[in-house]
């Protein structure tokens, strides 16, 4: 059983700058995919960067790159996602999953219903 707690979501103007951390626990090793996805209000939950953390393969949706930036530690199990230059279209609740043993090094190859646990969600919201 893998657990993974959220945190660092908030209430920023747009411009403004978050950084999201995912902790992970329990029977976790230090190959696997780290995804991070949102959804907005009446909208599906969409994939938004992903990182394979033995290859350090990362991945970025266009509406992100260039903004946002993926990391993970898995000497103490924590993954993160940087958000800077914040726009309202960013307001969501996100999340973070893991995929185990992964036998894909590219992790964008991986759809939603892949990842095997999640997190129960953080909730950014851009002011305008």
């Known amino acids: 059983e893998v657990q993974l707690v959220e945190s660092g979501g908030g209430l920023v103007q747009a411009g403004g700058s978050l950084r999201l951390s995912c902790a992970a626990s329990?029977?976790?090793?230090?190959?696997?995919?780290i995804g991070w996805f949102r959804q907005a209000p009446g909208k599906e939950r969409e994939g938004v960067s992903c990182?394979?953390?033995?290859?350090?393969?990362?991945w970025y949706t266009d509406s992100v790159k260039g903004r946002f930036t993926i990391s993970s530690d898995n000497a103490k199990n924590t993954h993160v996602l940087q958000l800077n230059s914040l726009k309202p279209e960013d307001t969501a609740v996100y999340y973070c999953?893991?995929?185990?043993?992964?036998?894909?090094?590219?992790?964008?190859?991986?759809?939603?219903?892949?990842?095997?646990?999640w997190g129960q969600g953080t909730q950014v919201t851009v002011s305008s």
């Open positions: 999953a893991v995929h185990m043993v992964p036998l894909l090094e590219d992790c964008r190859e991986y759809a939603v219903s892949d990842y095997d646990y």
């Open positions: 329990g029977a976790i090793s230090d190959d696997n995919v």
């Open positions: 990182i394979s953390t033995k290859s350090t393969r990362t």
